[in-house]
């Protein structure tokens, strides 16, 4: 049911996205994914942990943010075309999100990408991640101010050529102490431009010796091609012998894919781990070690 539940908000976030400059009620996204807008408004709180008209707002907020800074429109005009009432009631929305007006955020991101940009995107690598990867020197990793879910910057990956092998990750290490006989839920907001193979958000649980103890990679569910913001996640138990946790974004291949509103948190059992544990696949001794098992020759009865 978790899993119905997700994909049903993931249709909704796409359908919204597409979306954003229109006129939306609740009910109607509601309808889109085939719900009751009670029973969806439940369900959308509990899997992204904000509301459908609290996600739409913060939307319409960022993409007001973009029109600021790359356009010269007028800010009433911007307020008008994302449906606030009036620009004083967009001026509140928008210091509420950023906790600066529209006018100066207008001067100072302006400011800050004109210094910005001739940086290599390497050097502005956001503090707390490392690049990481079986080739991630064929990758450019860092920060992006143009191209956000929320706030002002979002995490980047891109392929510095065509044809690139292996992958880059952009990652975080930290200790599993906190997070021990836990369910833990790891998700995030990601975009993905021309990605050739695949990308996806990524989770690993160590142990002492350096095994692995849990892992998911989104490998099954990957991102693929080109795909507006969505938000996606990943589930794992971690043990009571854990004692690394990592966790990333990985793009295999070229292509762009970009993160942001990511969430860490502890879930109960109502939330299904979303690796595959193959040990539950496995048989408590070894078969068929004549090869004949199930084998029928023809005139047998």
Known sequence: MRDQYVKAVQRSISYMEEHV????SAEKIAEHVAYSPFHFHRIFQSVT?????????RR??????YDLVMTDQKIIDIAV???????ESFTRAFKQLFHISP????????NLMFKKEEMPLDNIMPKGWLPSGSNPFDYEMGVDFQ????????????AKRKNVQGFGTMMQMFKAKKYRDKRIRFAAFVKSEQVDQWAGLWMRVDGEADEILAFDNMESRAIKGTTNWNQYEIVLDVPSDGAIISIGLLLCGTGTVWIDHITFEEV??????????SLQDLLNEPINLQFELDFTEEGTE
């Not at 942990?49 to 707002?57: K, P």
């Not at 319409?60 to 943010?65: D, E, F, G, P, Q």
């Not at 006018?103 to 302006?110: P, V």
């Open 49 to 57: 942990g904000m509301s459908l008209t609290e996600y739409m707002r």
């Open 147 to 158: 191209t956000v879910h929320s706030g002002r910057a979002a995490g980047v990956i891109r």
């Open 60 to 65: 319409r907020l960022t993409h007001a943010a």
């Open 103 to 110: 006018a100066k955020y207008r001067r100072f991101t302006r």
């Open 268 to 277: 109960d059992e109502t939330v299904p781990v979303t690796s595959n544990n």
């Open 21 to 24: 400059k229109e006129a939306m």
């Open 81 to 87: 075309n994302y449906h606030f009432s009036s620009q």
